[in-house]
């Protein structure tokens, strides 16, 4: 019930953002560049060449180095201050081909955006530098001097792109440390969440160990003593059921050390049973008086911890039914390995109904406690159950399938 408690805490406070997701954003990033850069490379050249000199030679060479420097936008972010100083050359260049022509190409503007957004210190404010002297110069080479023309073309070809991305740099940054911020805080509850788990835990085992503990103690060594003190010798009724009586508080003193165990250490107690554990529980059912069968489908392979031992109580549930409502003679135990899931089944032919009213305890008539237990225990870690009456309603049969995040 505790390890359901606190793997359920511990789901809820998983974190939404795990390193490999960052992958698929990079590729996603490397695509968005290409078509960025592909984008510039053909508005630069058909502008070129829909707007210029005839293609000589040194035109033609010129093209080229658009072409090259548009490209460029498709590279790493580490080079976008290279980028920036090669777009910075080309437009004062570009001034010289085609006087008369505007302060920038749309290569220039994406090379100003990038080295705000990617570069930072003295590379960013260096880039920025760059970019606005060579879009000056392009100014001056094409005849413009008036000072408000030259400052607004200026500011808006190399400043603005440039403080775009610084601003898109910032955002991210904010967004990122909002997103630190609250798995800080999902880190911080989910911490307490334990440590109220653990103070818990600790205090009912406590409660247990003062409570119970001493009263099945007493138990025992009051059986021990009647029988000891038993007069003749032999195998009686009497001496039977107290000897019944010890073996049954033995059993329940080390479930209950093993239930202590699991309070204090958790998930890592070394003494919880599991599915290896049922031929003694088995043997243990016999002594009661009733006889198990008990049979296992494909070989066994391992379980996780919190589910094996789930199982193991979920059996032990099981057989307390079939000796409380059974008729007392046979049961039968499957145990089956299928796939991704492992599943047990136990069924028993049902007394009837007079017997039941006769010899339950009063209080425990028609409850339905232990099946809502067994219910609950397999729905805690992502399993089910089912029971019910089969063979014409003779026999009960209870199954409980769960998942082993294993294939076949």
Not at 34 to 56: H, K
Not at 180 to 194: C, T
Request: with cysteine; hydrophobic share 45%; charged share 20%.
């Amino acid at each position: 019930m505790f390890s359901s408690a606190t793997a359920f805490g511990k789901t809820a406070a998983r974190r939404v953002l795990r390193s490999g997701d960052d992958q698929p954003v990079a590729r996603s990033l490397a695509r968005q560049s290409i078509m960025v850069a592909a984008a510039c490379l053909v508005t630069d050249v058909v502008s070129f060449a829909t707007r210029g000199p005839e293609l000589g030679s040194a035109n033609l060479l010129f093209l080229a180095g658009i072409v090259v420097a548009d490209a460029a936008l498709a590279t790493a972010p580490r080079l976008s201050g290279w980028v920036a100083l090669v777009h910075a050359v080309l437009v004062p260049v570009l001034a010289l081909v085609l006087p008369g022509r505007s302060a920038s190409t749309a290569g220039q503007l994406v090379a100003a955006y990038r080295a705000g957004a990617w570069l930072k210190g003295w590379p960013a404010k260096g880039s920025l530098v760059v970019l606005a002297a060579g879009v000056l110069s392009s100014l001056v080479i094409s005849g413009l001097t008036a000072p408000v023309t030259v400052l607004s073309l200026v500011v808006a070809n190399s400043l603005l792109p440039w403080l775009v991305g610084r601003y898109t740099t910032g955002r991210k940054a904010y967004v990122d440390e909002l997103r630190n911020q609250r798995e800080a805080a999902v880190r911080d509850a989910e911490a307490e969440l334990n440590q109220a788990l653990a103070r818990e835990r600790e205090a009912i085992a406590i409660d247990l160990h003062d409570v119970i503990a001493h009263h099945v103690s007493a138990i025992g060594v009051h059986a021990t003593a009647a029988r000891l003190n038993l007069d003749g010798a032999g195998t009686g009724p009497v001496r039977t059921s107290l000897a019944a009586v010890e073996g049954s508080s033995r059993a329940a003193m080390i479930d209950l050390r093993r239930l202590l165990s699991l309070l204090h250490e958790g998930e890592a107690s070394p003494d919880q049973p599991g599915l290896a554990k049922l031929p003694d529980l088995f043997d243990g059912v016999r002594a009661s008086g009733l006889q198990v069968s008990f049979v296992v489908y494909d070989d066994p392979r391992p379980v996780p911890r919190g589910i094996d031992t789930m199982l193991y109580r979920v059996v032990q549930e099981m057989m307390t039914n079939a000796l409380r409502h059974g008729d007392g003679g046979l049961a039968r135990v499957e145990l089956e390995y299928s796939g991704a899931h492992v599943s047990v089944t136990a069924r028993n032919r049902i007394r009837s109904t007079e017997d039941n009213a006769r010899d339950v305890p009063a209080g425990h008539q028609g409850l339905g406690v232990g099946l809502d237990g067994m219910r609950k225990r397999a729905e805690a870690l992502g399993g089910s159950m089912s029971a019910g009456p089969a063979g014409d309603g003779q026999y009960w049969e209870s199954t409980v399938t769960m998942p082993t995040g294993t294939g076949s």
